[in-house]
């Protein structure tokens, strides 16, 4: 069994304030070693249980938060920017399920540092008409694939607005949201422990996961948080500007939907 395990940073246990995610002070040089040990809690579960492959896609902001010598020896390490399959790069090489770890509720929710990919640019994304958050973008992508999502890892808010895309998935609370940057948490150790416990069950007991798919073509909408954004956005002959601040356009798939909009993630940098 392979297993592609794709980290985040927002919805691991003891993380609140935007502080802790951005780089360059010490509260994040803690919560980056809070997100290693999740994702180390994951992948001595997975071995433990019997996988032969583990996979760790850093899946946080630059995608170099990971302490590369604090992962199990055993495991492989994906880092770095740009990847075409961002978050979920890894599925090219055919893992029997991804888990998703420290990830968080989509952007206008009160989930704790609640957003969907860029905070910057991008207030809310619709594929055929499907609001979704990073989980649901990913899942879809690696369901391109034939990848299912095993196991997903965060908050309360996260966890109810996912579930209904991935019923069949085992999850992890890792805290309770009281507002976008406060809330009740479990201790990192034990967050580390329930994932570990949860993974390793999957491991030793898999079930018949089933990717999520969405079918193509896709044809998605993208609200910006401003009108300069959508003006920027615009610029591409393949985008339809349909309000103030929002635009839209099709795609042959789900891997190309995510590959524009990482593509206009990266051209909003021009106008912060």
């Known amino acids: 069994m392979k297993i592609l395990i794709s980290t985040d940073i927002e919805g691991v246990a003891g993380v609140f304030h935007p502080e802790q995610v951005r780089p360059g002070n010490g509260e994040y040089e803690r919560a980056r070693i809070w997100m290693t040990n999740e994702a180390n809690a994951a992948v001595r579960a997975a071995l433990d249980g019997g996988a032969k492959e583990v996979i760790v896609?850093?899946?946080?902001?630059?995608?170099?938060?990971?302490?590369?010598?604090?992962?199990?020896?055993?495991?492989?390490?994906?880092?770095?920017?740009?990847?075409?399959?961002?978050?979920?790069?890894?599925v090219e090489r055919a893992p029997d399920a991804m888990f998703m770890i420290g990830y968080h509720s989509k952007s206008k929710t009160r989930g704790i540092l609640a957003h969907t990919i860029n905070s910057f640019a991008f207030s809310r994304i619709w594929l055929n008409d499907m609001e979704l958050g990073e989980a649901g973008l990913y899942g879809a992508l690696a369901g391109e694939f034939g990848v299912p999502v095993?196991?997903?890892?965060?908050?309360?808010?996260?966890?109810?607005?996912t579930l209904p895309l991935f019923p069949e998935v085992t999850f992890v609370e890792t805290k309770q949201?009281?507002?976008?940057?406060?809330?009740?948490?479990?201790?990192?150790?034990?967050?580390?422990?329930?994932?570990?416990?949860?993974?390793?069950?999957l491991v030793e007991n898999p079930s018949q996961w089933q990717p999520f798919k969405i079918e193509p073509p896709i044809t998605c909408r993208l609200q910006t948080q401003t009108p300069a954004l959508a003006d920027l956005f615009g610029q591409l002959p393949i985008v339809e500007r349909l309000a103030s601040d929002e635009v839209g356009f099709n795609a042959e798939s789900v891997q190309s939907a995510i590959r524009i909009l990482n593509c206009f993630s990266a051209m909003s940098t021009m106008l912060k």
């Not at 020896?73 to 399959?85: F, N």
């Not at 095993?150 to 808010?157: C, M, S, T």
């Open 57 to 90: 896609n850093d899946s946080h902001g630059s995608f170099r938060n990971i302490i590369a010598d604090r992962i199990d020896p055993r495991a492989l390490l994906l880092q770095g920017k740009p990847r075409y399959l961002s978050m979920a790069s890894g």
């Open 150 to 161: 095993a196991l997903i890892a965060g908050d309360d808010v996260f966890i109810e607005e």
């Open 177 to 201: 949201a009281e507002g976008q940057n406060s809330g009740l948490s479990i201790t990192p150790e034990e967050s580390c422990r329930a994932i570990y416990d949860a993974a390793r069950m």
